[in-house]
């Protein structure tokens, strides 16, 4: 597709419940990135792929908080028993190769409730 | 490790008036520089970057920032503020890709940007 695409745009959610949320990158990019964007904050690295390898999981802040991309481009963020501090904007970013330009999303916005 | 720092959480400035958003950063290697903007309920959107050469990177929409390594800084700048420029902007840093390294970026807190008639 010509850009970064993410579905759903909008989740309320109750607490507890788990989502899912689903992230097309630009065709033929290797790199994909998921961020975590909290109100009035800036966007907090959650983790990384290359292909369908997960790289760097480093930023995902409980075990509540899964990734996957099965086949190298689409990719799923899963979030479990989800609580009120989860509550933020979602990003996703794919890039080429590592020295391409990063191109976001519109971002997931989860509220819990 | 890396990190960035904006100064300012907020700006202000007048319809006509020069914009000046600043952005500190801290890396241990050669860093790649980057402004983003962001408007309500979008994504963010790229508006220039500095990898290497010319410190004086030009990005869309008249904006343009100085990589100064002596200063650790990457200021925006845009000689006359317009009225659609009002959005929320992110400094950010990624170190150069390379070896085990895969260019991850890190943002600053952002500095919303208000623009007054």
């Known amino acids: 597709g010509a850009g970064v695409s993410q579905s759903p745009r909008y989740k309320v959610a109750k607490r507890g419940q788990d989502v899912a949320l689903r992230c097309d990158p630009i065709s033929g990019h290797v790199s994909l990135f998921w961020y975590q964007q909290a109100l009035g904050q800036g966007p907090e690295f959650l983790t990384y792929?290359?292909?369908?390898?997960?790289?760097?999981k480093s930023g995902l802040p409980s075990d509540r908080f899964f990734a996957e991309r099965p086949e190298g481009s689409v990719s799923t963020l899963k979030i479990q028993r989800t609580q009120q501090e989860d509550s933020a904007v979602y990003l996703c970013?794919?890039?080429?190769?590592?020295?391409?330009?990063?191109?976001f999303g519109e971002g997931s916005w989860l509220t819990v409730v | 490790a890396q990190s960035v720092t904006q100064l300012g959480s907020h700006v202000s400035v007048s319809e006509g008036a020069l914009v000046l958003l600043r952005c500190n950063y801290s890396s241990s290697v050669p860093p790649y520089l980057f402004w983003y903007v962001q408007y309500p309920n979008q994504g963010l959107q790229l508006l220039l970057k500095?990898?290497?050469?010319?410190?004086l990177v030009k990005g869309i929409n008249g904006f343009e920032a100085e990589f100064k390594k002596s200063e650790t800084s990457f200021h925006l700048t845009k000689p006359s503020a317009h009225m659609s420029d009002a959005a929320e902007y992110f400094c950010a840093v990624r170190s150069s890709p390379g070896g085990t390294s895969y260019g991850k970026l890190t943002f600053g807190q952002g500095t919303i940007l208000t623009v007054h008639p």
């Open positions: 500095y990898t290497t050469g010319a410190t």
């Open positions: 970013a794919s890039s080429l190769g590592r020295i391409n330009t990063i191109y």
């Open positions: 792929f290359q292909n369908e390898a997960q790289l760097d």
